[in-house]
DNA sequence: GATATCATTTTGTCCAGGACAAGTGTTTGA
DNA sequence: TCAAACACTTGTCCTGGACAAAATGATATC
């Protein structure tokens, strides 16, 4: 008999007359809880990451449903949340597991200084909180046209996006608002590239992501500064192979390859890709590796440019530009 | 011992000149060689299906490293991507597994009637193998121009997009090209909305997908046929969970709520969500299901519609307006 | 001839618990 | 002051079993 057998047959608390598990504490509604590949999806914690916490730190500790699997109940999924926010901005999981939740939400506050957000900022929030699409809209062009795309991006768009997702983490805006954020900044930030693209100038850039880094934002507003200063750009979208970078590169005879990571990024495997792609790509074409991610990264990669901030971004045109 | 350890004390084939893996049939290039969790990425299986496929079927068969842990090399990878295309347009793995690079290539081909496209679509995949980016922008807006926005959609985007992905499908078109036709489209597209938006008027239409729908470009060419009809549209991009999209129906008074579903989202998965979402929606709240999806599902589904081509859209809303 | 129901096969996900590498922080010694 | 050695932390990979969920095919019913 398997140990699984044996598991199945321990008492596991179903009440016989609904059939659903009788409320523990902590226990929600059943169509709340969520399975291990569900909370590896929502979280971005790996399975084997979220079986790994429960053996060494004893959180999270789901529930099992009748077959003996993990059943996670929202108030953990809630906490494994800002558990991840944190470690995407330095903390370490052994330290602040056995935190609670409005622990962990004083920890995340503390470093997030929100004091100085400018008006339109806040203005730009409470519209996307309210729901209030033209106007949102109107207030994006407006900015766009008295700031000029460079400082529109740089001034507007980086803080908005920062102080939405801090919001965000906070559960002070829901998935949908955030989406919608999402969208009419792409709309506004797309209209702008496509209305400033100049003839082409060098250098050629690529701009991508790696596999499972969905976040098209910070490319687009890579694309932006660079549409500004009349680089050529070769925008391919998010999560190309490595192997495809590579040819795509070689295709478009790029001069540069722009890659960027989020937050949620891991630093390891940003590390090891880049090292790939590195050693595939000849000499001459550099890389700039950007993104949250790299701003986190102590070590530097050997031919890899990591831009930590977007404002880097016109000092390397130029200095590409003087070098060829 | 453990297992593992025994493992290590295999045989492994070293050089011990090297110390790199000896040059088996099928292997390259040590940077070439991917871990599971890199294969995983790349190909969007996961690991655990990579694992049971090489038990139950033999395939893939990766090397081993030094520790004893997979290492894939190229070519396997290659098969793996096939393999993953193939799936996606409905094979089973079961079916195609054993069979060879070419064959597979083949089996992509047959299904795919090409006979029939037109001249500016052949012009634009010319375009794109040749990576004429500048020119297949200029082609686009000259398309969209004498056409103007909703015949440049159903006359041009659907065919070439299908086009696209036949070819991708069959190898022709490598998976950077494929990235990269897509953004360009984006970007004609959403600046074509932004220009044609006007005053809004009824019906308000959320769109958006499902989570794991992560297919953009079909949400993007009903935005577009909607406010070519003047129709409000509230874009929350891809991959919104069903209690969000009530809840953004709900904040945005929607009155209908649109959703994509590429070929490769499961039917039942489709059919349980909508089923979900219908009893979740108040009735006054219309649903439209559009998609390569729902071109194949025989069942209807009460009290939604099912989108089976663009054409459609039209005609729904004049009926959704002569309605109210 | 279409459709519903049920059995069977196929396929993917989950489980446990061990091993170990790579990264981080700390102490020791030059 | 620096660096090597050390211990500790953390994530990834391993095996092989179990079983749920999806797809298919067969049979019955309208």
């Known amino acids: 008999m398997s140990l699984r057998s044996l598991e199945k047959a321990a008492p596991v608390s179903v009440d016989p007359l609904s059939g659903r598990e009788a409320?523990?504490?902590?226990?929600?509604?059943?169509?709340?809880?969520?399975?291990?590949?569900?909370?590896?999806?929502?979280?971005?914690?790996?399975?084997?990451?979220?079986?790994?916490?429960?053996?060494?730190?004893?959180?999270?500790?789901?529930?099992?449903?009748?077959?003996?699997?993990?059943?996670?109940?929202?108030?953990?999924?809630?906490?494994?949340?800002?558990?991840?926010?944190?470690?995407?901005?330095?903390?370490?999981?052994?330290?602040?597991?056995?935190?609670?939740?409005?622990?962990?939400?004083?920890?995340?506050?503390?470093?997030?200084?929100?004091?100085?957000?400018?008006?339109?900022?806040?203005?730009?929030?409470?519209?996307?909180?309210?729901?209030?699409?033209?106007?949102?809209?109107?207030?994006?062009?407006?900015?766009?046209?008295?700031?000029?795309?460079?400082?529109?991006?740089?001034?507007?768009?980086?803080?908005?996006?920062?102080?939405?997702?801090?919001?965000?983490?906070?559960?002070?805006?829901a998935v949908f608002e955030e989406h919608l954020y999402t969208e009419q900044i792409q709309s506004v930030l797309r209209n702008a590239i496509a209305t400033a693209q100049a003839a082409s100038q060098a250098p050629r850039v690529l701009l991508t992501s790696f596999p499972t880094e969905q976040h098209s934002l910070g490319l687009l507003m890579v694309e932006a500064l660079l549409v500004c200063d009349s680089a050529t750009c070769i925008p391919l979208g998010t999560e190309t192979p490595g192997q495809e970078i590579v040819r795509a590169a070689e295709a478009h005879r790029a001069d540069v390859v722009a890659l960027s990571f989020s937050a949620a990024f891991p630093e390891r495997q940003a590390a090891s890709g880049l090292k790939t792609l590195r050693a595939s790509l000849p000499g001459t074409t550099a890389i700039w590796a950007g993104g949250a991610c790299m701003r986190r990264l102590r070590k530097s990669i050997d031919g890899v440019v990591q831009v930590r901030t977007l404002d880097q971004i016109a000092g390397l045109l130029t200095d590409w530009r003087s070098a060829h």
Chains 1, 2 share one sequence.
């Open 23 to 173: 409320a523990a504490p902590g226990s929600a509604d059943p169509v709340l809880m969520l399975s291990i590949g569900a909370v590896e999806r929502d979280t971005g914690l790996s399975k084997d990451v979220l079986r790994m916490w429960e053996r060494r730190y004893r959180f999270p500790l789901p529930l099992r449903d009748q077959h003996g699997e993990r059943i996670y109940p929202p108030d953990q999924i809630a906490k494994l949340r800002a558990i991840r926010r944190l470690m995407d901005r330095g903390h370490r999981p052994g330290k602040i597991i056995n935190l609670d939740l409005p622990a962990l939400e004083e920890l995340g506050r503390t470093p997030a200084h929100r004091s100085e957000s400018a008006g339109d900022i806040d203005e730009a929030l409470e519209l996307i909180g309210n729901h209030h699409l033209p106007q949102l809209r109107q207030l994006f062009n407006l900015r766009l046209m008295t700031q000029g795309l460079q400082r529109f991006v740089l001034d507007t768009v980086v803080p908005l996006t920062a102080a939405v997702g801090d919001a965000w983490g906070r559960g002070e805006f």
